[in-house]
C-alpha cells in the first residue's frame, strides 16, 4: 500500500539526551511519501491546516485527548522462536533453563507450519508493544529463519534476523554438524534476505554465534571471517550467569576473559550486540569500548534467571552505548515499556549497595528504549527520534482521562490521568503503569503496521 503524505498533529514526545525529554505541546509533524520526516513545527496551536505549501491534500492524523507521538521502541535482543515459553522458566538458572526449556522448543521449528504461527505471532505480538524494530534470534534451521526473515518483511517490522549457530554443548538433535554447515547455513539466510530485501531497507541479516560456550574456536573465528566478509552485523551473548562465565574460563583457558574470546575471534566490532553483559570486568568494558561493540541490557531476563544486576550507570558512564532487550524468553514479557520499568527498578537494587547515582530515571530508560537502541544497531541516523530527515518509526500512545467517570473502562488500560497532571507526570504514569492498551497506532517508515480496535487512521 502506497504511503500518504501525512500530518501528524498533537503533543509529540522524544529524548533530547540521556537524560532530557524533549515535549512538545503542540506540535505537528510532517511525512512524506518516502515514509521520512518531512518537516517539525512547534507551538502550532490555532495554526490552519495544512502549515506548509505543497501540503494541502495531505491526510491528517490526531492525537485523542492526553494522547502523543513517541518513537518506536527498539527491542535489541529477542529469541522469536521461544515467545511460546515466555513466562515459563520456574526456578531455573540459565544453563539448566536452555537444556530443560530452551532447546526442545526451538528444535521443534523443523515443523515450518509451527514456525509460521508462533513467528506471525510474535511479530504481532512485538508490534502491538510499539516495537517497530526488534533484534530477532532465530533457530538453527534455514527454511524457519528466511520465512521469520518473511514475516517481518510482510508485517511491516524493522528487523535483524538471525539464524542460530551453535556446534557444541547443546543436544545431538539440535546443533550445527560441523564448521562448514555453520557457515553455509547462515550464508544461505544472508542471501535469502539479500533477495527479499536487497539494500536491507527493513529487514536485515544478522550473524549470530548462539553463545561462546556453544560454539568451537573454529566457529567462532569462521563466524568471524563471515562478519568481516560480508559487513553485516553480528549478535551473541556475554557475561550473563557466573556459571557460564566459569564455563567460559574452562572451555577457553587461552583467553583473557569472555570478551577476548569474541574480539579473537574477529567478532567484537562497531556491529557487534552483546547481550546482558552483567559480570563484565573493568578490562572487558574497556575492551568493548575501544572496539566500539554495543550492549543490550535485558533486566526483566536477568532477574528471571538470577543471572544478576548489570551495573548501567557504569557502563554509560564509561561512554558505552547501551540499549534495551526484552530477551523473550528469559525475559517474561515482549514488552518493551515493561522492560524500560524493569531496567529502574533493577538500577534501585543495585542503587541499594552501590549508592543514588546507579539509579536510572524514566527518561534515561526510555533513552535506552529509543535513541540507545537505534546506536546498539547502528540506525541512528534513521531511528529513535523526531527529527527531519527519519524515518517516521513512532507510535502514538493514549492514556485515560478518567474525568467524573465512576466506573472503570478495562480497555482503556491502567494508567488514568485525572486532570491536574504535568505532562512529565504522565509520561511517567506511562512507564511504570501502561500496556499495549495505550498504543492506538503504530507506523514503521511511514507506513501503519498495527492499530488497535476502534482507532481510524
Known sequence: MAIEKTIYVGPFIHCESLTELDIAVNGMIGVGEDGKIA?????????????????????????PEYGFFFPGFIDTHI??????????????????WL?????????????LEKAARIYNRVVA???????????????????????????CQSKGQRAFVGRVCMDRMSPDYYRDESVESAVTATRQCIDHIRKIDPEFDLVTPIITPRFAP??????????????????????????????????????????????????????????????HAVHLTKDERA??????AKISHCPASNTALTSGTAKVRTMLDEGLTVGLGTDVSGG??????????????????????????AKLSVEEALYLATRGGAKVVGLEDRIGGFEVGKDWDAQMVSLSN??????????????????????????????????????????VKGKLVHQRAGFKP
Open 287 to 292: 575492551l568493548i569500548k575501544q572496539r566500539q
Open 402 to 443: 478518567v474525568g467524573d467517570a465512576m466506573h472503570l473502562d478495562q480497555e482503556a488500560g491502567l494508567v488514568e490521568v485525572f486532570g491536574g497532571e504535568s505532562w512529565d507526570d504522565k509520561v511517567a504514569k506511562w512507564v511504570y503503569t501502561g500496556d499495549d492498551r495505550n498504543t492506538q497506532a503504530v507506523w
Open 214 to 275: 556453544s560454539c568451537t574456536d573454529e566457529t567462532l573465528k569462521a563466524l568471524g571471517d563471515l562478519h568481516h566478509e560480508t559487513g553485516v552485523p553480528c549478535q551473541t551473548h556475554v557475561s550473563e550467569n557466573k556459571a557460564e562465565c566459569q564455563l567460559v574460563k574452562d572451555l577457553f583457558p587461552h583467553s583473557l576473559s569472555y570478551t577476548h574470546v569474541y574480539d579473537e575471534a574477529g567478532l567484537l566490532t562497531p556491529k557487534t550486540i552483546l547481550a
Open 125 to 151: 505480538r512485538t508490534l502491538s508493544h510499539g516495537t517497530t524494530m526488534a533484534c530477532y534470534y532465530a533457530t538453527v534451521h534455514v527454511p524457519a529463519t528466511n520465512l521469520l526473515a518473511d514475516v
Open 99 to 111: 537444556n530443560t526449556y530452551t532447546f526442545p522448543l526451538e528444535s521443534s521449528f523443523s515443523d
Open 332 to 357: 517474561y514479557t515482549s514488552s518493551l515499556l515493561a522492560e524500560a520499568r524493569e531496567a529502574i527498578f533493577v538500577s534501585r537494587h543495585v542503587a541499594m549497595t552501590d549508592g543514588d547515582d
Open 79 to 96: 529469541h522469536a522462536s521461544q515467545y511460546p515459553n515466555a513466562g515459563v522458566f520456574g526456578k531455573s538458572t540459565l544453563l539448566d
Open 39 to 63: 518537516f517539525v513545527l512547534r507551538d502550532v496551536e490555532g495554526r490552519q491546516i495544512p502549515a506548509q505549501a505543497g501540503w494541502e491534500q495531505a491526510k491528517v492524523v490526531r492525537t
